[in-house]
Each structure stands twice: as C-alpha cells, then as structure tokens.
T-cell receptor, first 115, second 111 residues
Framework: DADVTQTPRNRITKTGKRIMLECSQTKGHDRMYWYRQDPGLGLRLIYYSFDVKDINKGEISDGYSVSRQAQAKFSLSLESAIPNQTALYFC??????????????FGPGTRLTVL | DAKTTQPNSMESNEEEPVHLPCNHSTISGTDYIHWYRQLPSQGPEYVIHGLTSNVNNRMASLAIAEDRKSSTLILHRATLRDAAVYYCILRDATGGFKTIFGAGTRLFVKA
C-alpha cells in the first residue's frame, strides 16, 4: 500500500462548488503539505502543517483552506471553486528527524478541473 | 528567500553521464541543497541532498561548489527511466520552512 494517498485522484466540478481534497499518510510523519502544480510552473506551496495544532500559509493560500484532522490526515478545501484553480494538487509529508534534511514524500496527485 | 536557477531542458544519450546544473547565488549558511525529480504522471521523489561536501548515493552524485553558489546533479549513466523534470531546491536546516521548487530542468534521454 502507498505511504501517502490522495482522494479523489480526479475530479471535475463547476464554478462555485465546494471541493475537499483528502490526504492520508501511514509514514507517521508530523509534517504535511499541500502543493499545486500548473504546466511549466513547478510546484507552489499552498499550506503546510508541522503538527496537528499547527497550520501555516504558503505562497498561494488565497481561495484555499485546510484542516489537520489527525497526524495522518490533512485536507485541502476550495470553498468556492473557480476555473483558475484547475491544476494538479499534491500532498506531501516529511519528518525532520535526526538528519534534519526533511525529505518530502509525495502522494500521487489529484487532478482537479473547474468548469 | 533564496532562489535557484536551472536550465529549462537538457538532452542526453542513454548510458552517458548527465550533469544537471543549478545556480543558487543567494544561498544562506543554513540552507541544504536538495534535488527532487518528477517522473511523468507521478509526484516528485527525493534524489539527493547536501550541505557543503559532495555526496553520493545509489541514484546520483551531488557536486557542490566551494562557495556553495552552485551545484551539479550527476547521473552517471542515464537510462530512459531517468527522463523526468529535475528540481533543485533549498531547504532551511534550522527547521524553518523555505522551499521553492521552481520550474526545474526537463531531461530528455535518447536511446
């Protein structure tokens, strides 16, 4: 089984709808992240969480919200989806650990299309 | 925040070495240099990281300039499976979060 799972893998929705993307991990990591990827732009950080009680905005948090329900679960919500939120969304986890290099492990991605 | 600069694309022949450059002239003393790659239709995966010294692992080698303002990811024998986008990023070793992926270098490998 994959260590980082994302649901759904694909979603088509309409403008104005509320959408939730879910991420679960079995790696036991404290840190979790949400990124979006647009063609030719690499990955941009939306939100990140270093533990259950910690939520931080990334580069592009406007129009998004998150919930860290447990150490293993981190959800991303689009309260009112708009077409320019059409993108590939990745969840990632990491654990600072003794090495302190904080390697990130990524999920398979969720392709979201907003019509 | 420190930024990295990479060529948009590079091409290599199969079974030849590949040197992927990255410039990070504004790197700070606590920044680790990380490389990730993204295979088609997958999420990024960790390749290697380093601070000051050159590093080797089963996937690649990382050569870091003495002034740390640039680094090079070395794939010793490129295979078709190495065709991917390679990202050079900087991460703050103090635990603070500073990660900018950028557009990366798309590596094409010819058979």
């Amino acid at each position: 089984d994959a260590d980082v799972t994302q649901t759904p893998r694909n979603r088509i929705t309409k403008t104005g709808k509320r959408i939730m993307l879910e991420c679960s991990q079995t790696k036991g990591h404290d840190r979790m992240y949400w990124y979006r990827q647009d063609p030719g732009l690499g990955l941009r950080l939306i939100y990140y969480s270093f533990d259950v009680k910690d939520i931080n905005k990334g580069e592009i948090s406007d129009g998004y919200s998150v919930s860290r329900q447990a150490q293993a679960k981190f959800s991303l919500s689009l309260e009112s989806a708009i077409p320019n939120q059409t993108a590939l969304y990745f969840c990632a986890t990491s654990d600072l650990g003794e090495s302190r290099h904080d390697e990130q492990f990524f999920g398979p991605g969720t392709r979201l299309t907003v019509l | 925040d420190a930024k990295t600069t990479q060529p948009n694309s590079m091409e290599s022949n199969e079974e030849e070495p590949v040197h992927l450059p990255c410039n990070h002239s504004t790197i700070s003393g606590t920044d680790y240099i990380h490389w990730y790659r993204q295979l088609p239709s997958q999420g990024p995966e960790y390749v290697i990281h380093g601070l000051t010294s050159n590093v080797n692992n089963r996937m690649a080698s990382l050569a870091i300039a003495e002034d740390r303002k640039s680094s090079t990811l070395i794939l010793h024998r490129a295979t078709l499976r190495d065709a991917a986008v390679y990202y050079c990023i900087l991460r703050d070793a103090t635990g603070g979060f500073k990660t900018i992926f950028g557009a990366g270098t798309r590596l094409f490998v010819k058979a």
